[in-house]
């Protein structure tokens, strides 16, 4: 016994004093980080490719803004038969789940010029599970990426807070572009000057005018809600992203309206800029665009518009390369914003009484996201990190050159950003900077049809070899606020997928793979790569709202509701 003791005693002192033991690491073709919507179509379209698949999420939430409370899609583009493949079908999807249960939709599916689709958030997730499921998509969430492992220019496997995956191809889905950091991959943040690419439209941006008001105390202090005194030369860039803003799902009905917690803390100074601002306007409007959903819910987003919304400007910067812990406290400085900015809008007395009790009538719905309080679990990013990769695309290849030999998708958005900036004035007045009011081509109602390339979700052959990057992609800010739609999203990330699982499958660098065997498959899956003749490009019949913004400049169409419109409604 003592013999045996004492060579157990020789072996445990002969280790090291830190045993590493080998991690399992979970492998297949094909891995996706993050579920967004172009995370999920990634999935999806390898997955039918006939690649295994693991679509890993670092939160618990499938689906990113189209499951989490943007439902009333921005479809309407120039030439809406363009924008086909899995948007379309996921939203034929859709539809066909609400027929199934005798349930007519305001649209016509068999239109493809529709551009009013809408549905509701539990149907998305719904449906977007469904679709997961049938393609034999491994879904894992709560895998934070942690680190990347990589031999030269090749990614060997991902360490995250719930396992090692390990892939032969990767996709960077995320809005952050968090995967494509930790990879050594080259990004920017932020806005470029004019000069870094030749954009008019770059560099600061004060469409909406100034407000006639003070944007300081009596101390000589900037207001809350004021982000900076001095916004910079005009022609420079800087590294504000467009604001951020939840999609919230509302509901008038009794039997499903939850009442909108209070916030945690609530100081009506926090909004006295607001105050000044509704003093002195003289047609003042609901500051939150409201569109009209299935199951009597409206889809309340920032509005573009507006000098006051929902929006928290300023507030969403560092977003990106924040940690979990950081983002978790951006977040939850957005909510609160929101609930307080609520609590203002119904009970201040500084608001017209008639737009007071309009918006106390709506509340959160008993059957979205009850695991969140009824609340929305994603912060709409509507611009993160952006990779500079082997192609960055910009406005000339919006505006002026829209043609690619190596077309992955076809958009039309038209060139939209959202404020990034709320400047007190030093001689007097507050101006909002940042917004593009939407850049429509002339005489027509939406934006320009042009080609996003395939080198535009590649990284630099010599910076990583195997992750292709659809939502992330490589651009300038003024291109980001057309590409920065859910439907162009979806389609990258089904682009993004295909060549996934064709570059595992062929054993060759991303960046190896041939054009035209990546266009026949992107063909065969549905999507439309030719661009419209220009004899197609003509006003589409919309059932949308026009109505004038609260600047008095600015005429746009959305469907949002009018104080006389939503008082019958």
């Known amino acids: 016994m003592k013999r045996a003791l004492l060579f157990v005693l020789t072996l445990l002192l002969a280790r090291p004093a830190t045993v590493t033991l080998a991690a399992d690491v979970t492998e297949a073709d094909v891995i996706v980080y993050g579920s967004t919507p172009g995370g999920f179509c990634a999935a999806i379209a390898a997955a039918r490719e006939g690649a295994s698949v693991i679509l890993l999420e670092p939160t618990g939430h499938v689906g990113g803004v189209n499951t989490g409370g943007l439902s009333f899609s921005d479809s309407n583009q120039t030439v809406r038969s363009t924008v086909m493949g899995l948007f379309d079908e996921w939203h034929r999807r859709i539809a066909a789940d609400y027929e199934s249960r005798g349930i007519k939709l305001p649209y016509d599916v068999s239109v493809k010029d529709a551009s009013v689709w809408t549905y509701e958030p539990h149907v998305a997730a719904r449906v977007t599970r469904q679709m997961l499921d049938e393609a034999n998509v491994q879904v894992l969430t709560h895998r934070w990426l942690q680190s990347v492992v990589k031999d030269g220019t090749r990614i060997e496997r991902l360490v995250t807070t719930n396992g090692e995956f390990a892939a032969k191809t990767y996709v960077d889905a995320t809005y952050e572009g968090d995967l494509m950091a930790a990879a050594g991959v080259s990004w920017t943040i932020g806005r470029e000057g004019r000069d870094a690419y030749g954009e008019s439209l770059a560099g600061k941006r004060y469409p909406k005018g100034k407000m006639n008001i003070s944007g300081f105390d009596e101390n000589g202090q900037p207001l809350p809600l004021i982000t900076t005194t001095d916004a910079g030369p005009d022609d420079a860039g800087d590294r504000n992203v467009m604001t951020y803003s939840f999609r ?322």
């Open 248 to 569: 919230l799902c509302l509901t008038k009905d009794p039997a499903n309206r939850v009442p909108f917690p209070e916030p945690e803390h609530y100081d009506p100074a926090r909004f006295e800029v607001v105050r000044r601002y509704l003093e002195k306007e003289k047609r003042p409007v609901l500051l939150w665009d409201l569109y009209r959903l299935p199951g009597g819910k409206w889809d309340a987003n920032n509005g573009i518009g507006k000098q006051f919304s929902l929006g928290l400007i300023g507030a969403c910067n560092g977003w990106s390369e924040a940690d979990a812990q950081g983002r978790k406290e951006i977040f939850e400085a957005h909510k609160q914003y929101t609930l307080e900015m609520y609590r203002f809008l119904t009970t201040d007395p500084a608001v017209p009484e008639h737009l007071r009790k309009q918006l106390a009538e709506f509340g959160l719905c008993r059957d979205e996201f009850p695991e969140y309080d009824h609340w929305s679990p994603q912060l709409y990013v509507r611009e993160g990190r952006r990779m500079q990769g082997m192609y960055v695309v910009s406005q000339k290849d919006i505006m002026d050159e829209p043609e690619k030999d190596d077309p992955v998708v076809i958009s039309s958005f038209p060139i939209d950003s959202h404020d990034c900036q709320r400047v007190a004035l030093p001689g007097g007045g507050v101006i909002n900077e940042g917004t593009i009011f939407p850049v429509r081509m002339p005489g027509r109602r939406n934006g320009y049809p042009y080609h996003i390339p395939y080198r535009a979700i590649l990284p630099r052959p010599n910076e990583c070899s195997n992750l292709l990057v659809p939502v992330a992609l490589s651009c300038t800010h003024v291109a980001i606020s057309s590409i920065r739609v859910e439907p162009t999203w979806m389609i990258l990330g089904q682009s993004a997928g295909i060549a996934a699982a064709m570059a595992a499958d062929r054993a060759v660098a991303v960046q190896k793979l041939a054009y035209p065997q990546l266009r026949e498959r992107l063909l065969a899956q549905g999507q439309v790569l030719e661009l419209p003749d220009p004899s197609e490009l003509k006003p589409i019949q919309s059932t949308k709202v026009s109505y004038f913004s609260p600047n008095r400049e600015h005429w746009f169409l959305a469907r949002a509701i009018s104080p006389s419109q939503l008082s019958r409604m």
